[in-house]
């Protein structure tokens, strides 16, 4: 199914190389290790951009393997408090929306490999080097390289976590707030290491307008307890955990639910 186009990149379905990557990479890491996180000054941000161009320069972007990012996560990661790793899975909007008004919470995207990568998107072209025309996606191929990335970025966020760590699910979504096929599902609670992490706690949250779909009782919220239970991790969970539902209340503030006198 690949198809070459005049200017002899691969035809993909997805959205290709972001414009500027060296720049928008750079940029961020160097607003990250100054301002965001100025303890993490000592970060060469040269030096992660030129191993994150390594890693996908010059591939089929369907060939990448986890040993490609090995070098660029061995120099950027760092270590995350204890008590503080917050997960997510269907909720990327609102668990970020928190997290910018909350500090006492960390996800993926506030720490460096995250804040540098998120929302934008990169491949290689064995002929061109980097495609900037289209990139695979995930039903195109697993192995294409912003996926591995975010696996192997996970898998890592995961593995730093201890004490009692949060995640946010989507109990306003069909087929299950809870899927064993999600980067949560699938990496994260398998990389949690039960001697550094006592307990997960579930906040699960529903849209202000509904539905209800599943509520803590739910068959995919009792399939991940089974999970982690089995592992030796503690699951308590809460719906509509109120300082969660206070920033949806922001953008629905005459819902009865955001009312103090209903
Ligand atoms: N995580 C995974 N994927 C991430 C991500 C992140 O932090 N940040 C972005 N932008 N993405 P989903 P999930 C992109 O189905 O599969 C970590 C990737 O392209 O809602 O359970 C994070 O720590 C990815 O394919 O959730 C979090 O706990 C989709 O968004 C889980 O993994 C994933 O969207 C979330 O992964």
């Known amino acids: 199914p690949e ?12 959205k290709g190389t972001t414009p500027n990557l060296k720049e928008v990479i750079l940029g961020r890491c160097y607003n990250y290790i100054t301002i965001v996180n100025p303890e993490l000054s000592s970060k060469d941000c040269h030096n992660i951009w ?63 490999l995250g804040y540098i990568a998120d929302d934008i998107t990169w491949c290689g072209s064995s002929d061109l080097g980097i495609n900037y025309n289209s990139c695979p996606k995930r039903n195109e191929c697993e192995s294409n390289p912003s996926s591995m990335y975010w696996k192997m970025a996970s898998k890592m966020f995961a593995e730093a976590a201890c004490g009692t760590v949060q995640v946010m699910l989507n109990g306003s979504i069909d087929n299950g707030a809870f899927r064993n096929d999600s980067i949560f599902g699938s990496v994260e609670i398998l990389n949690l290491n039960p ?65 103090l006198c209903p």
């Open 3 to 14: 198809q070459k186009t005049t200017t002899g990149t691969l035809r993909w379905k997805g």
């Open 50 to 112: 030129m191993r994150l161009l390594s890693a996908f320069m010059y591939k089929h972007p369907c060939s990448m393997r986890e040993e490609d990012y090995y070098p660029l996560m061995n120099m950027a990661r760092h270590s995350i408090p204890c008590n503080k790793s917050l997960f997510w899975s269907k909720t990327n909007n609102l668990v970020h929306r928190y997290t910018k008004a909350n500090h006492d919470f960390i996800t993926l995207e506030d720490t460096l």
């Open 195 to 259: 001697d550094k992490v006592s307990a997960v706690q579930v906040w699960l949250m529903h849209d202000i307008e509904g539905p209800q779909s599943e509520s803590c009782t739910g068959q995919s919220i009792q399939m991940l307890k089974s999970i982690l239970e089995n592992r030796k991790i503690n699951v308590t969970c809460k719906e509509n955990y109120r300082p969660v539902q206070l920033l949806q209340c922001a953008s629905n503030p005459n819902h009865a639910t955001c009312r």
